[in-house]
């Protein structure tokens, strides 16, 4: 590599820096917006997004992937359950445990909320071809895993 090409790499990881905090910033004043709509809060939030990826989940599960305490999590639940977004139902295959699901009814869910949003996508998607699209989605899946760890990381106690 060239000292220009040192150079221009410089210049570009930085301007990528900077983009990829812009984005995160108008990402959480989009879902902050989206969960103020909905009556619900950022942990509320995160939580449906878990059962609508992953399906029904056990409060361990989601204590596991929200990091809040079990007892946060039921807490969490008992709000969710009262405004008519989740239910408890036995768990499929051991009766004595309860797994969380989407209500089927979900009150003024984001799915109508979002087809503008989704709309916006798909045309700014129209500006790039396939490949493109594959490098931003191989780039994005890389990020999420750093940020995972680095996210784990400072809510780690230190030893």
């Known amino acids: 590599m060239t000292k220009r090409d040192g150079a221009e790499r410089a210049e570009v990881l930085g301007r990528l820096v900077e983009v990829g905090r812009a984005h995160g910033a108008v990402t959480v004043l989009f879902h902050s917006a989206l969960a103020a709509r909905l009556g619900l809060n950022a942990t509320e939030m995160r939580t449906l997004d878990h059962l609508r990826r992953e399906g029904p989940l056990t409060a361990k599960d989601l204590a596991g992937l929200t990091g809040?305490?079990?007892?946060?999590?039921?807490g969490l639940l008992d709000r969710l359950e009262t405004k008519g977004f989740v239910r408890r139902?036995?768990?499929?295959?051991?009766?004595?445990r309860v797994v969380v699901e989407l209500s089927e009814e979900e009150p003024a869910g984001p799915a109508g909320l979002l087809d503008d949003w989704a709309r916006e996508v798909a045309e700014a998607c129209a500006e790039f071809d396939t490949g493109e699209l594959e490098t931003v989605i191989r780039f994005l899946s890389v990020m999420d895993e750093r940020q995972r760890a680095a996210a784990a990381r400072l809510t780690t106690p230190p030893s």
């Not at 139902?89 to 004595?96: A, E, I």
């Open 68 to 74: 809040l305490a079990p007892a946060s999590v039921t």
């Open 89 to 96: 139902v036995k768990h499929p295959t051991d009766k004595r």
